[in-house]
């Protein structure tokens, strides 16, 4: 009989769930009912399929067998091997480098099991640490029909969780007493279900959990996916309706002299698409609620003298503006531009605050952004911190603004009257994930490069070719041009890496380039030698700078026009179109150099040709979309994608143009709405926290 608790309910309602086993799940964020509900499986086993599995080394496999024998192998590093038996007859050795006496009491002879982990060759085929599942055997009396199925669902999991028997058999124990236990409420629209052909909530949560048949998994993953995007698309239509309820307090003029007097003496002209960005955007900042705009424009677009254009017609009107860079070279970068646009006119106030500064000088800066003396502020994280208080904050531009989280971005908007915020970003996103991401913003693009800039001819190569290039390199040199050779940086290996780019750049400057002045740059150098570094670069006192990819984002040296990747199939394609934007900031030929070994990945092979094709970052965007998804396009954990449990924005776009326009159609406002919404987001929890 089922019991008067809801799916929000804790765990510990569920038999077999007290305190110390609800810790557990609660450290791997699952709390309530629909959180376990909500842990869908990773992927399925089909019992029919698993025979016709053809080995191949390289690829993720999810086999049936069982334990043929084990033994421990003693050395530098002693490992436990265990010989598993597929149903073909086929060995494969599962290798343990940790807790080898843990899995030597664990693998019996004979035990039938689930292996799942990626397939590789050392004198036979192996797996190193695979995932595992044990089955019952049959006569045995855990043999119920949510276990022995055709379709044997299989659950993430972890050590702690598999010490309080939180497997994948585990997993759907308590699963299957949730369902039994617990009644579930539908949260769609009925006349909605009908129109997109979904099934019921109770059923869809049986058959993702429990399928009879592949088909039925399908049918349930279908309604899961669709029912996420809806109530995604709900929140960002109630984060607009929310922002746009408090009205506008400041505002900016129509018609800024200090704009006018820049653009008459710029020495380029604006493009069509600056020129359309700078009068969307103004148009959008007459309305009496705050604007909240997207500007998206390809490396080297000129997104920051569009931005700059507009931040003139607030600071004509006594607004301050802030503008907010990821990092501090970008930081100041954006200064010395800013700096040497406005050049000739009056003084106008502008800022440049950086961490670990003098106090002294801290402290006088704080005052006059305080007093309004200063009217435009650059900074970087640094604009967040609590001492920092504005007069009269009336604009917000947040440079490559997926790489600040949602509470950051909130945070700089709260030191404001209601700002206006401009996001930038020099990542194209594709229309249909710009939309479900940032549907509560405006979009505005630019696209077209400033007039004279040349495609920068991009060639991939391997080693065989690398004398070539270093020749190209002294040749250029010669001419009087600089260039930039980048070594990768992953946080995963990043000792490693600073170490391969600091060796790099002793033997390049000693061995290969004796005659030339190179220069190395990391994030890891403190900011004022970073400073030095990047200044003699741009006055040509060093002709080659060896760098990681701190220089990814906005680093503007026009006479560098020779960019060398190492290792580029380490690379996103996002990630290489950025690093490609540093070259063919001028008139100039540009070249860029992917320089990788002889064997590289399909997937790597892919992304190098699709630079070497095209020039254009829109194009490139789908691309990278298509092999990599959103979390790798936008580059970083904090971008603010969505907590999505099931949802793949690459391959279920259909689906999400569906969830907006019905998002739009059927919402009611009610407090069922804003429930779900809470429970899945945590931008849910913060807007409807009062």
């Not at 996002?574 to 997937?603: A, K, P, W």
Request: glycine share 6%.
């Amino acid at each position: 009989m089922k019991s008067d608790a809801n799916i929000l309910s804790p765990l510990q309602i569920l038999p077999g769930v007290g305190n110390k086993r609800a810790e557990v799940l609660k450290a791997n964020g699952i709390l309530t009912i629909l959180d376990l509900l909500t842990t869908f499986p990773r992927r399925y086993l089909d019992r029919n399929f698993t025979k016709d599995i053809i080995l191949k080394q390289g690829e993720l496999v999810t086999l049936l067998g069982s334990i043929s024998d084990h033994y421990i192998v003693h050395g530098k590093k002693s490992r436990l091997i265990v010989g598993f038996r597929t149903q073909n007859n086929e060995r494969i050795n599962l290798v343990f480098f940790r807790g080898v006496h843990f899995f030597q009491k664990v693998f019996k002879n004979d035990r039938r099991l689930i292996i799942s982990g990626k397939l590789e060759y050392y004198r036979g085929y192996q797996i190193v640490h695979p995932e595992y599942e044990f089955l019952s055997d049959e006569g045995e009396e855990d043999t119920a029909s949510i276990h022995a199925g055709r379709i044997i669902p299989l659950y993430p999991s972890n050590e702690s969780l598999k010490e309080e028997g939180f497997d994948s058999r585990g997993f759907r124990k308590l699963i299957f007493s949730a369902l039994e236990e617990i009644p579930i409420v539908e949260n769609l629209p009925k006349p909605l279900l009908k129109e997109r052909n979904l099934i019921p909530r109770d059923l869809a949560f049986r058959h993702i959990h429990f399928p009879e048949s592949l088909e039925e998994m399908e049918l349930a993953r279908k309604r899961f996916v669709y029912e996420e995007f809806y109530f995604f698309q709900l929140l960002q239509n109630y984060k607009k309706s929310k922002r746009e309820s408090i009205k506008r307090e400041l505002w900016p003029i129509p018609k800024s002299k200090s704009a006018d007097s820049l653009l008459s003496r710029l020495p380029f002209e604006l493009t069509e698409d600056q020129i359309n960005a700078v009068k969307q955007i103004l148009s959008l900042s007459q309305k009496d609620v705050p604007l909240a705009a997207l500007l998206q424009g390809d490396v080297g677009s000129g997104k920051t003298i569009t931005a700059l254009l507009i931040a003139l017609h607030y600071i004509d009107n006594q607004i301050q503006v802030a503008f907010m860079a990821p990092t501090e070279i970008l930081a100041r970068q954006h200064y010395e531009s800013i700096y040497k646009f406005l050049g000739n006119m009056p003084f106008l106030g502008i800022e440049l605050l950086l961490g670990g500064e003098n106090k002294k000088i801290r402290s006088d800066k704080l005052q006059r952004i305080k007093t309004g003396e200063s009217a435009l502020v650059i900074g970087t994280h640094s604009l967040l911190q609590e001492d920092i208080l504005f007069s009269d904050l009336g604009l917000v531009i947040i440079d490559e603004q997926h790489k600040f989280g949602v509470d950051q971005r909130e945070t700089i908007r709260s030191k404001g009257k209601n700002p206006d915020i401009l996001a930038m970003t020099a990542t194209p996103i594709p229309r249909t994930l710009c939309l479900s991401l940032y549907g509560d913003l405006d979009l505005v693009n630019i696209k077209t490069k400033p007039k004279g800039r040349k495609p920068i001819d991009t060639r991939w190569y391997k080693e065989d070719r690398r004398a070539g290039v270093y020749n190209s390199i002294r040749k250029y040199i010669k001419e009087g041009r600089q260039c930039y050779i980048v070594y990768p940086l992953v946080e995963e290996s990043e000792k490693v890496d600073l170490e391969s780019c600091t060796k790099a750049h002793e033997y390049l400057s000693k061995e290969i380039f004796p005659d030339c002045k190179v220069g190395l740059l990391h994030g890891k150098m403190k900011g004022s030698d970073k400073d030095m570094v990047m200044n003699s670069f741009k006055q040509n006192e060093l002709q080659i700078l060896v760098t990681t990819t701190v220089v990814e984002v906005g680093v503007d040296v026009p006479n560098a026009t020779i960019l060398v990747v190492e290792h580029a199939d380490r690379f996103g394609i996002s990630q290489l179109h950025q690093l490609r934007g540093r070259v063919g900031r001028s008139d100039l030929e540009s070249y860029c150099i992917l320089m990788t070994e002889e064997f590289v990945s399909d997937d790597a092979r892919e992304r190098l040709d699709a630079l070497t094709q095209t020039n254009d970052g829109y194009a490139l965007s789908e691309k990278d979309l298509e092999i990599r998804g959103p979390g790798e396009l936008l580059g970083v954990k904090q971008s603010g994608l969505p907590e999505f449990k099931i949802a793949d924005l690459v391959h279920d776009r259909s689906l999400l143009e569906l969830a907006r326009a019905d998002a739009m159609k059927y919402s009611k406002g009610d407090e069922l709405e804003k429930s779900e919404i809470s429970a899945r987001f945590n931008e849910g929890k913060f807007l409807f926290a009062n």
